[in-house]
């Protein structure tokens, strides 16, 4: 008993260090069947048998050093173990808490000298129409899909815009969003180049989310001499379920131009980079049930 105890609580405190100084932000909550804690950060829903889910409850209550009076020691050491295994696989429970509270008179120069991150909306073009995408006709609060394009200027001018009031700032973080950014591509690219060659005393960071339709090789080996890249692609799974709505404008799936893209961008990229810069964004939409989500978690 005393050995697991001892076992016990340096489970606890590896758990500890696994966490973030400030308290994570999620919550649980449960069906009939099952219990469930739901990441903020993350977007995740992770399963939980009753002891995970009191564990994860003392976890978003700052109460960890209490979770020693949910249980037997054998039983929590292999659910600790298993939360830990959990976080560091899933990211869950990252840091989320104010990096600190901003008085009034430091907004002047919060807004001129610490910009930390741009968002370029490089076009209101899409060269899919996803039966779930609020961008369509079906939904009237939000626009349809336009015929805009941002220009070279305008998109180089933002550029500048961030260099010059991100100036107490050592990392900035440019996005790059649509519509398919890679409609505009090379707007996008040279936006790109022209911020690595103007702020070279900065760590950038850039990002955009794809279909990955237009992910031809020649745009992946030039996307790969860009530093600090990541790369969201949509999946949805396999075949039958990403085309169930993610189709193109004559109606016929995206599936195999989709995988087509991101094989050309791991083969730019090289595996090693690929695997901490290609991440997936997947839409769960009727029809639900669980042999589909079965499917789908085999598939990825």
Request: hydrophobic share 35%; net charge negative.
């Amino acid at each position: 008993m005393g050995e697991n105890n001892q076992i016990l609580q340096e489970m606890i405190k590896e758990l500890q260090k696994k966490l973030p100084d400030g308290r994570p932000i999620g919550i649980t909550f449960s069906t009939e069947e099952k219990k469930y804690y739901y990441d903020t950060v993350t977007g995740k829903i992770i399963t939980c048998d009753d002891l995970a889910y009191q564990i994860v409850e003392k976890i978003l209550d700052g109460k960890v050093n209490e979770i020693v009076q949910l249980s037997e020691s054998e039983n929590l050491i292999e659910s600790i173990r298993n939360i830990i295994n959990v976080i560091e696989h899933e990211k869950i429970f990252a840091l989320s808490k104010f990096e600190k509270m901003v008085d009034f008179g430091e907004y002047e120069d919060l807004i001129q000298n610490q910009l930390e991150q741009l968002t370029l909306e490089l076009t209101e073009k899409c060269n899919l129409r996803c039966g779930y995408c609020i961008y369509n006709e079906a939904c009237e609060k939000n626009r349809d899909f336009g015929d805009k394009d941002m220009d070279e200027e305008t998109a180089l001018k933002a550029i500048d815009y961030a260099k010059t009031h991100s100036g107490k700032t050592d990392t900035l973080h440019i996005g790059y969003y649509g519509g398919e950014p890679l409609i505009n591509y090379p707007v996008m690219i040279k936006s790109m180049r022209y911020a690595l060659e103007t702020m070279k005393n900065r760590k950038l960071h850039f990002a955009f989310t794809t279909n990955a339709v237009l992910l031809t090789k020649d745009k992946c080996k030039e996307l790969a001499e860009i530093p600090n890249l990541s790369v969201t692609v949509s999946l949805d799974g396999p075949e039958k379920w990403h085309d169930f709505y993610r189709r193109n404008m004559h109606g016929d799936g995206s599936f195999h131009q989709t995988l087509q893209g991101i094989k050309n961008l791991v083969d730019a990229f090289g595996y090693d980079r690929a695997k901490e810069n290609i991440l997936f964004s997947m839409v769960y939409a009727p029809p639900y049930s669980e042999e589909r989500l079965e499917e789908t978690q085999k598939f990825f």
